[in-house]
Structure formats: structure tokens, C-alpha cells
């Protein structure tokens, strides 16, 4: 692996801060390739005695299967004097994982210090028998993004941000090169670090076939693989529109409920993932249609859309990164009126909106549709564009600012 891969994570001291140090589990979650493992191995580095156990090994498998008794006495956990670190990597696949993990715990939690990571929500799989609130906490890994990449440690809080982003000049960015480097090779540690298009055609088509071919088998056992790749390969075109199942439907000639569940099983496998229209009303916003967007934006053909998409991601991976280390309650939506008036991105700061975002590629000139939402929410606006060297505070609320000002400020 190459060795900038191995770079501290922007998660690793909080897992050890909130989860660790305080005797509880720690989930990391992801999308498959984002570097969860090797985040794991980082923090093993920090024990003297470790162990590490990957749910697609066939003896590990056998071994889980039977009882956690068999797995302490597999790594003599019983006899461990000081504290010890216990890596189950996509333990979440196992039907019987969330009691037999609990036992564990409950029975040696107090010497030993346990990280399960998973390419799947796993706030999601742990369904069935006595819950484990209470005794983990759930972090979501994400991709690189700009202020990763330029080692803005430790990750900016939403206030430090804010700051950052709507009462200070922007100082000078070489963020550029970097913006132009995650739009071509994608936020995924390998692809990014390597730089080299056919590594990343490589290693995209084998990060689908297993996200198809092993994870939706693994988790659903569904059977309409065939119809699930198609589908994956019309979701491309659809970035940054509402997405239509119904139009989905017709084009796979297949029923609304499976499309709908499949999107739903994308979704939790960190494939894609959706943002909703805001609303007052709850109700009201789940029923209109959705925004999709890629985890891997370097499916998407279209400049603008794949812009908008990397954008997108920034925005989640901080609203997921504050959420998971208690700084609120962050949710990214996006503004559409009956007329269709439209601005890409509202950000929610404890269900109240704070800023909005609209992503031009190159348009400097100022879009007027946020003006109709800004009247009545007002909060801050940034017309963001995906060209250098645009700074420009139009009014109180309302900037027109390169990404290269507005991103590296985020986590």
C-alpha cells in the first residue's frame, strides 16, 4: 500500500477519545475502500496486545459461528492482564452478530477494547434480540476531501468553520490542485494517491463488482443482480435532479417496490445516498422526491454535475463527522418550491437552517433563484464555483466564492 495511505484519518482521535478511552465499542462504517481497516490498524498500533479477524475468512467464520466462549478461548481472552484490542472487521454480515458481540462485551468489556468496521450501515444491521445501546458509538468514515487531503488537523467544528467561512477574508488557497485532483480520481484513498487513470478504472470495476457481487448477496440475498447493475448504471445520470423512481421503473421494466428497494439497499451499503427537500413539516419533505449522489463522483461524466456531486459530498461528510462527534444534530437538504425554484444545498443546524449553497461550474454571475428562499429563511448564501480565484461578498448574506475558499474549511 502506498505510504501516504497510511496518513492519520480525520476520525482516529475521536473513536479513541469518545469510544475507547470511555470502555465503549467503537462502528466504523464506510463505503467499501474508504480506508476503514487501515484506520483500524493505526489505532492497533497503539496496544501491545491486538487481534484482528475479518468475517470473510472461512476459519473465522467457522470459530464466530459457535458461541463467543469459543472465541475467547480462540485468543485467550480470558487470560489478558492488561488491556486488549479486538478488530472485527464485517462481523455485521453474520445473522447472529449483534447478541454474540453483546456477550462479549458484557462479559470482558472492562479489559477489552473492541472496533467492528462494515461497508454497511451498521446502525442498520443490528436488528433482532437485546439491543447494544448503550455500549457503542457509531462514526462514519468518508472518502478524503480537501481539508483532509491539506491536514487541517484536528477537523474544523461547526463554529470554527463558520467563522472561517462568513466573517474572515479568505486567506490565500492552493487548494486548487487539489480540487482538481479528487474530481478526477475520486476521494478513495488508492485511486487518489496513485493519480493514474487506468488505476482507477481498475479499481473502480472491482469496487462495484463487490459491492454487487458480494455485499448486496451477503446482506439481502437478493437475486436480481442483473437488474441492480443496470440500475447502478442509469443512477450516474441522475445526480442532482429528484430522482424519479417511477421513471426509474419504466426504464428497468420492472415494479416501483423493487426499485425502491433496491435504492434503499445502495443506500445502506454506502453506495449512494440520498438528501431530501426541506420542509417544516417532516411528512411533507418524505414524500417529495429525493437527490441522489455518489460515494465514487468519478462516475459521473457531466463537469458540472460531478462538481456539484463532490460538493455534495464535502457538506455530508461534515454534517456525519459533527453529528458522530457531538456537536449537534447536522442534516443536508436541498430548497425546491412549487414553481421550481431551486437551491442545491441547505444545511440544517439542529433542525434550523444555516447556510445554503448553490454550485455553478463557471458561471460568475449571481443566480437569483435563492433570493425567493432567502427572503423568508435568512441565513447565509454562497454561490460556489468550481473555477479559481472568485471572492465576492455581495451583500450581508450573500458570497460568490470559489471552492477553493469555501472547502478546505470543512473537515
Known amino acids: 500500500m502506498n505510504k501516504k495511505q497510511l496518513k492519520p484519518r480525520y476520525l482516529e482521535t475521536y473513536i479513541q477519545k469518545l469510544a475507547i478511552n470511555r470502555s465503549k465499542m467503537a462502528f466504523i462504517s464506510g463505503p467499501r475502500q474508504s480506508g476503514k481497516t ?112 491539506q491536514k487541517t488537523h484536528p477537523a474544523s467544528g461547526p463554529e470554527e468553520f463558520y467563522k472561517k467561512t462568513f466573517t474572515n477574508k479568505p486567506s490565500e488557497s492552493n487548494a486548487q490542485k487539489n480540487i482538481d485532483k479528487l474530481m478526477k480520481f475520486s476521494g478513495f484513498p488508492e485511486p487518489l494517491f496513485e493519480e493514474d487513470e487506468k488505476i482507477l478504472n481498475i479499481w ?10 458480494e455485499d448486496l448477496r451477503d446482506l439481502t440475498r437478493i ?19 429528484p430522482l424519479s423512481t417511477a421513471s426509474l421503473r419504466e426504464d428497468l421494466e420492472v415494479s416501483f417496490d423493487s426499485v425502491k428497494r433496491w435504492l434503499k439497499f445502495l443506500e445502506e451499503l454506502y453506495y449512494l445516498y440520498t438528501i431530501r427537500p426541506y420542509s417544516k413539516s417532516i411528512a411533507r419533505s418524505l ?34 463527522f459533527w453529528e458522530d462527534t457531538g456537536e449537534g444534530k447536522f442534516e443536508l437538504t436541498y430548497l425546491r418550491d412549487k414553481q421550481k425554484n431551486e437551491v442545491d444545498f441547505l444545511m440544517l443546524k439542529n433542525k434550523k437552517p444555516w447556510f ?9 454571475n449571481l443566480d437569483t433563484q435563492y433570493q425567493r428562499f432567502q427572503s423568508q429563511l435568512k441565513i447565509p448564501h454562497i454561490q460556489l464555483l468550481h473555477s479559481s480565484g472568485h471572492f465576492r461578498k455581495v451583500n450581508e448574506l450573500t458570497w460568490i466564492m470559489s471552492a477553493e475558499y469555501f472547502l478546505p474549511a470543512l473537515v
Open 38 to 149: 487501515t484506520l483500524a490498524k493505526r489505532l492497533m498500533t497503539e496496544y501491545d496486545e491486538t487481534s484482528y479477524q475479518n468475517w470473510d475468512e472461512a476459519s473465522f467464520r467457522k470459530l464466530w459461528t459457535k458461541s463467543p466462549n469459543e472465541i475467547q478461548n480462540f485468543f485467550k481472552l480470558s487470560e489478558i492482564k492488561k488491556t486488549h484490542l479486538l478488530v472485527l472487521d464485517e462481523i455485521h454480515k453474520s445473522k447472529s452478530w449483534k447478541q454474540k458481540l453483546k456477550g462479549l462485551y458484557d462479559e470482558l468489556g472492562e479489559v477489552l477494547s473492541i472496533i467492528v468496521t462494515g461497508s454497511a450501515r451498521l446502525n442498520v444491521y443490528n436488528k433482532g434480540g437485546d439491543s447494544l445501546m448503550g455500549r457503542y458509538l457509531h462514526f462514519r468514515l468518508h472518502p478524503f476531501t480537501v481539508g483532509e487531503i
Open 223 to 241: 437475486q436480481e443482480i442483473g437488474n441492480v447493475e443496470a440500475l447502478m448504471a442509469l443512477l450516474s445520470g441522475k445526480v442532482g435532479s
Open 356 to 364: 445554503t449553497v448553490e454550485c455553478k461550474y463557471s458561471d460568475s
Open 287 to 320: 414524500k417529495k422526491e429525493p437527490k441522489i449522489y455518489l460515494y465514487d463522483w468519478t462516475e459521473i461524466e457531466n463537469a458540472a454535475f460531478r462538481f456539484e456531486n463532490l460538493v455534495a459530498s464535502h457538506l455530508t461528510k461534515a454534517c456525519n
Open 204 to 213: 473502480r470495476q472491482g469496487r462495484l463488482e463487490k459491492v454487487v457481487r
